[in-house]
């Protein structure tokens, strides 16, 4: 069977950046990067980072918060990132209404930020949701320039927690695609099916698993086909995508997490996008490239989707 391209343009996985992952133990060397006058941060909070327009603001050392959390991000020409956790007060004194989170701001950063940002996004989450031991309930502390957290009590050594999630476009055998509405989404909202992986299954069982359970539709698994993988740190994430093909259509919604789903034809999706009586997920999100890729040009997103 040939396989068909991989998607390509999948915005928050650009990266351009040197993790150097070997030298987050090295804390001479984090500690003297830290106070390099030529590094640069990046201050998250609420997972928002501040704009100048359509740039992303970066500070030196002398300009962070004092004494909040830093994240090593890595290198790229020469020059050293580090992310840190900032407080309200910091974005109040910061204009914060220039503050964007991923979905707003990150079609608008070069391929090195956007693999910055979701780096600092998913390390703020984690550390700051991660402040005690799940093995004895101690207290953890910030270790390995913030890739892991170390309890004090029994010394155990935790790292980032990545949940992998499948997201996917099905197709029946008229190649009409299948959107859905989930039950927190206002109407007009619709994008393709998506679910996380369930332990002690692969990624094609979840997909074949999650719209068999939202929707009734039974797919075919050797249809079923990976095109490309975006991370999502809301709030840790890793958006897996595929593409398959239905052998039923008849739809039975759950009506707990989705509450609608139709087959669409391209003409209804070009029509009803332009009317404004459908919106599609953000150009940022993985959810988008797969419908763009199925339709074959680009569809407008809405602002309007949520």
């Not at 002398?62 to 790229?76: C, H, K, S, V, W």
């Not at 956007?114 to 031991?133: F, M, P, Q, R, Y």
């Not at 459908?278 to 339709?295: D, E, G, M």
């Amino acid at each position: 069977m040939a396989h068909s391209p991989r998607l390509t343009d999948l915005v928050l996985s650009r990266s351009a950046t040197d993790r150097s992952a070997h030298l987050r133990k090295d804390s001479e060397w984090i500690a003297e990067s830290l106070i390099d006058p030529s590094t640069r941060f990046i201050c998250v909070h609420n997972s928002q980072f501040p704009f100048d327009g359509e740039n992303l603001v970066v500070f030196k050392f002398e300009d962070i918060p004092q004494n909040a959390p830093t994240y090593f991000l890595g290198r790229d020409a020469g020059i050293v990132f580090f992310g840190v956790s900032a407080e309200a007060d910091f974005v109040s004194a910061h204009d914060p209404d220039s503050w964007l989170n991923l979905r707003a701001g990150g079609a608008l950063v070069n391929d090195r930020d956007a693999g910055l940002l979701v780096a600092a996004i998913a390390l703020d989450n984690w550390n700051s949701t991660h402040t005690h031991c799940p093995r004895c309930g101690g207290k953890t502390v910030h270790s390995d320039a913030g890739w892991t957290r170390r309890c004090t009590t029994d010394n155990s050594i935790h790292f980032p927690r990545t949940d992998p999630a499948v997201i996917m476009l099905v197709t029946d055998p008229d190649d009409r695609v299948l959107l859905a509405r989930q039950s927190r989404w206002q109407i007009g909202s619709a994008s393709v099916l998506a679910g996380f992986v369930e332990a002690g299954e692969s990624a094609e069982a979840a997909v074949v698993r999650e719209v068999s359970e939202e929707t009734g539709i039974a797919i075919d698994p050797d249809s079923i086909e990976y095109l490309g993988s975006q991370p999502w740190p809301f709030p840790n994430s890793l958006m897996l995508g595929y593409q398959a093909r239905a052998i039923t259509t008849d739809i039975c919604v759950d009506g707990e997490e989705i509450v609608e789903a139709l087959w669409y034809d391209r003409a209804e999706i070009m029509e009803l996008c332009s009317a404004q009586k459908l919106h599609l997920p953000p150009r940022v999100s993985i959810a988008h490239q797969l419908i763009t890729r199925w339709y074959g040009e680009i569809l407008p997103s809405s602002s309007s989707f949520r």
